[in-house]
């Protein structure tokens, strides 16, 4: 059964960093591409960052590129998002989710409970 | 960059048939994937490449995709369906995925 647990989130002062973690279980962590989403409140949800099986192929919304990295460690199953430079519209819970691809189309399958990241000051 | 336009709300009474649009330029060309997401609880996946089921999600919950609208639909709805669906495509030239404005569903 997959399993995906986020942790990591809190309260945050804006120009700080945060790093989000997600624990994967259940499955070949390793064989898939990880994503994550955040979504602010009462808000849609916003496609945040991929990061390939093995950690290469990264790509990210245009909103975080440049102050967002993912990352993966397929050895403890963890997958990372480093967070930097916050600001209030950062606000979010953030999930992670396990990607499912194949010819000319890709979509989540699963999704972790999430985590709350509120930058305040 | 690409939008995909839903309607904010649709109502419905049980046992009733909900139909919710996700429009967009050529989305028949692309494959869709639905979302229901309950108060509180992460986004779940209840359609992927336009009208496939995955396990577990009731045979009520069927999808179809051509010209300038993707459309979800829940025949025979309950109570249980009261949720916000999204709808999602994969941008192949930016890697990028977008998700649609939303659907509120709500059962009278």
């Given amino acids: ?121 | 960059s690409y939008v995909l336009t839903q309607s904010p709300s649709v109502s419905v009474a049980p046992g009733k048939t909900a139909m919710i649009t996700c429009g967009a330029y050529n989305i028949g060309t692309k494959s869709v994937h639905w979302y229901q997401q309950k108060p509180g609880q992460a986004p779940v996946l209840v359609m992927y490449y336009n009208s496939d089921r995955p396990l577990g999600i009731p045979e009520r919950f069927s999808g179809s995709n051509s010209g300038n609208t993707a459309t979800l639909t829940i025949s025979r709805v309950e109570a249980g369906d009261e949720a916000d669906y999204y709808c999602l495509v994969w941008d192949s030239t930016s890697h990028h995925y977008i998700f649609g404005t939303g659907t509120k569903v709500t059962v009278l």
């Avoid at chain 1, 975080?64 to 460690?73: E, L, N, T, Y």
Wanted: aromatic share 12%.
């Fill in chain 1, 1 to 121: 059964q997959v399993h995906l647990e986020e942790s990591g989130g809190g309260v945050v002062q804006p120009g700080r960093s945060l790093r989000l973690s997600c624990r994967a279980s259940g499955f070949t962590f390793s064989r898939y591409g990880m994503h994550w989403v955040r979504q602010a409140p009462g808000k849609v949800p916003e496609w945040v960052a991929v990061t390939g099986n093995d950690g290469s192929n990264t790509y990210y919304a245009d909103s975080v590129k440049g102050r967002f990295a993912i990352s993966r460690d397929n050895a403890n199953n963890i997958l990372y998002l480093q967070m930097n430079s916050l600001s209030a519209e950062d606000t979010a819970v953030y999930y992670c989710a396990r990607q499912i691809a194949a010819t000319g189309s890709s979509y989540f399958d699963n999704w972790g409970q999430g985590a709350l990241v509120t930058v305040s000051s």
